[in-house]
């Protein structure tokens, strides 16, 4: 027994309203963001938006998918769209963004000191929380220049969803932090009376973290403290301006999951903190969605079927009296078998035509094979259905928890989609109910 279906998402009304700058595709690692980000952006494209899709998965299959030999930091047209549309695409290069910060906020000799400070090449190529601060700067990028219609953004893949909306908050904590203004201290105190006065204390700090650290990578930290003394407050204003723009009514949050366990609670907890943030939840996509042309016949019966198909239902020999056992009905009955074809009193002429039509022999073999086969499909179905059935039941308390969360759900495919043809079957299923091209 399922509980009352959830509201439908309406894909393509929220794809064709003009207020929609923003569609922002998040939820937990594996559960085809990516593929939906693109989907959602070629279908837009094709209703006639201008759109660019920011990717930040490292996999290659959007381009491939796009037709486009690699993405980069810069937006790549997607040719052989229809419709009067424009359909851009590209992927985060989480360095590269970093370096862009650095040279429009720094004047030239200050930008070259930063981009070649070891603790800055460190920071800008892994720290924790960079790419998806970055990938929120390229967003507030691409707002800003206003070029395009509607924003697609696909986030980064993370072992929690809630990663994304921290960890911009956490590296602008960082870098405008109380230990980051410590190690600029000395610098901005300036002259022989300053390092007197602070000579003591900075002293024991430094040596301890100096033993903690390492002597020259403390030194690289200073002097990227020093170097980026003017920028810091900037990270910070622009991290919480790009908040309050997830936050403007233009702005729409996907959450996507897949009907598993594991992906449906972190959606739920996603859900929880864009409602806690007052971030605007435009509903849920529910990917790999299951089904059967068969679902009247239950698992129950199908293993049922299955058993009685395994169990010696066809002729046995008896070597004992030389004849056929007939299991038929529960009886056993000895009769008779058929001469041989070959018998000397049978005709050859008779052979001839017995060899080309369907004889005893042929039916003694081909029915057990045929009956093996069926018995290995109603197993089959009977595990297909176990699987629907642990899927509703996910779905149903993922509704119970959530029931104003509309939903568009998209059936699994028997393969990976690898071009715009298959993005745009995935549009299609998102906006129509999950049901194909071919068949509307």
């Known amino acids: 027994m399922t509980l009352d ?17 923003i569609i922002v595709c ?6 085809g963001k990516t593929t939906t980000a693109a989907a959602l952006g070629l279908r837009a494209a094709e209703r006639g938006r201008k759109v660019v899709v920011l990717t930040i998965d490292p996999a290659r299959r ?79 990028q691409l707002r800003a220049r206003d070029e395009w219609d509607l924003i697609v953004v696909d986030t980064p893949p993370s072992r929690s969803a809630l990663d994304f909306l921290d960890a911009p908050s956490r590296l602008g904590s960082f870098l405008d932090g109380k230990f980051i203004r410590v190690l600029m201290a000395p610098a901005k105190v300036g002259g022989r009376a300053g390092m007197k006065f602070l000579n003591v204390g900075m002293s024991m700090m430094t040596g301890t973290l100096g033993k903690l650290l390492g002597g020259p990578f403390l030194k690289d930290v200073q002097t990227f403290v020093a ?14 301006a790009t908040y309050r723009l997830l936050q403007a009514p233009g702005t729409a949050f996907l959450v996507v999951a897949a009907p598993e366990r594991d992906a449906l609670r972190e959606a739920a907890y996603f859900v929880e903190r864009l409602a806690a943030d007052r971030m605007p939840l435009a509903g849920l996509v529910l990917n790999r969605v299951h089904g059967s042309g068969a679902a009247r016949l239950s698992a129950e019966r199908a293993l049922a079927a299955a058993e009685a198909l395994g169990a010696p239902d066809g002729p046995v020999e008896n070597h004992e009296t030389g004849g056929i056992v007939d299991q038929e009905g529960g009886k056993e009955e000895v009769r008779t078998p058929p001469e041989p074809l070959d018998s000397p009193e049978t005709p050859a002429s008779s052979t001839d035509s017995a060899s080309d039509s369907p004889t005893a022999e042929s039916d003694g073999t081909d029915l057990p094979a045929a009956a093996e086969l069926t018995a290995g499909l109603l197993r089959l179905h009977a595990e297909r259905m176990r699987l629907l059935s642990r899927e509703q039941r996910t779905r149903d308390r993922f509704t119970a928890l959530h029931p104003e969360v509309a939903v568009a759900e998209v059936a699994a495919l028997p393969g990976d989609v690898h071009d715009l ?16 091209a071919e068949a509307v």
């Open 62 to 140: 959007l381009a491939q998918s796009m037709g486009i030999d690699s993405l980069d930091n810069t937006p790549r047209r997607v040719k052989e769209i229809e419709g009067d549309g424009e359909l851009h695409a590209m992927m985060l290069d989480m360095k590269r963004t970093f370096d862009e910060i650095v040279e429009a906020h720094a004047d030239a000799e200050r930008a070259r000191a930063i981009l070649e400070n070891p603790f800055y090449q460190s920071l800008s190529a892994g720290f924790a929380g960079t790419q998806e601060y970055m990938a929120m700067e390229k967003l507030g």
């Open 227 to 240: 170097a980026m003394d003017t920028m810091f407050g900037g990270f910070r204003t622009r991290a919480d």
């Open 26 to 31: 998040c939820g937990a690692g594996g559960v």
């Open 5 to 21: 279906v959830p509201p439908t998402l309406a894909v393509d009304p929220l794809l064709d309203d003009p207020k929609t700058r």
């Open 421 to 436: 043809a298959g993005l745009r079957d995935i549009g299609h299923r998102l906006a129509t109910g999950g049901r194909p």
